[in-house]
């Protein structure tokens, strides 16, 4: 049977896009006897520039342990997607790109934002597959996307190392992980990395509280503190503010990020010395975690299978352990957040960690 597929990489990078397409490709030229695999450069904007490479075997060797995504990648908001600009009408150009390219299908690896363009393109008439990537962990329908493990393990690290200097120099030491919406990098780090205090974008804190848990370690003879905070995190006062407003005092305050702020209320608070570390972009960075690369080669294999059987509009998810694939219709639009009675924060708070709240 033959089968030409188009695969696309958008929006922020993470480790394990290599491993999947890795995946996608053995399995097709495995499973299928005639196989052409078309990668479409750069993302989306790729598709609708009509920019893309034919795929030899040969790529597809030596690629499963390395970071970012040998295609290349870019953001293309979705809310962007149907917006004429320079008279370029997106939409119409990646159908009539597809088309041309001569596709069968396109395996598009992204997070929100691309799973909502891949279900715009999946209802104008493209067979679209998603696969669920992003070191946020928030992509709905699945437990788990491929990068966050890898994500984790990095800023589990940075904390374990931020540690041992904090308790070096008996320091308050904020540790500001990515993730805006989502805090789940944030939650499993925080618990792995031993955190005293974890600050999530779904638990709006106290900031009181939060000086209160330093205060109290102080007291309890600990001199130092590590406070895991989520780059997206705010004080119960912002929460209650809309986003322009939120950022113009922010700004107005010069403290343009959270973990600023509460840098700077623990100094002026309590006198304790205390440093801001923001990893960053290494959270993305590097070669996925062997429990990535497993991840990684079973979405992609799978995703070969949903070729094979052509079941299209879908997107590749685990749940109970098992690989499968949701309604694209199901996935876009909406976010997997931190749930307040999560299971990890019942179990984080009777270990002592404080959540502001
Ligand atoms: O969505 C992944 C993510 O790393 C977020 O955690 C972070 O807020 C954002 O991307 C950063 O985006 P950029 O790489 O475009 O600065």
Known sequence: MKRRIGILTSGGDCPGLNAVIRGVAKAAYQRMNEVEIVGIVDG???????EYREMQPSDFSGILTIGGTILGTSRQPFKKMKVIENDVDKVANMKENYKKMGLDCLLILGGNGTHKTAHLLAEEG????GLPKTIDNDIWGTEVTFGFHTAVDIATEAIDRIHTTA?????????????NKAGWLTLYA??????DIILLPELPFDMDKVIEAVVKRAHDGKAFSIIAVAEGAMDKKEAALKKKERLRLRQENGEHTISQRIVNAIAH???????????????RGGSPSAYDRVLSTQFGVFAAELVEKEQYGVSVALLNDQVVA???SEVAGKTKLVPADHRLIKCAKRAGISFGD
């Open 126 to 129: 493209l067979n679209v597959i």
């Open 326 to 328: 949701n309604p694209l």
């Open 269 to 283: 608070t309590t006198g304790m010395e205390s440093r801001l570390v923001v990893p960053g972009h290494l959270q």
């Open 167 to 179: 308790a070096s120099h008996g320091r308050v030491m904020i540790v500001e992980l990515m993730g």
């Open 190 to 195: 925080g618990i792995a990395g031993g955190s």
């Open 44 to 50: 989306y904007s790729g598709l609708i520039n009509g």
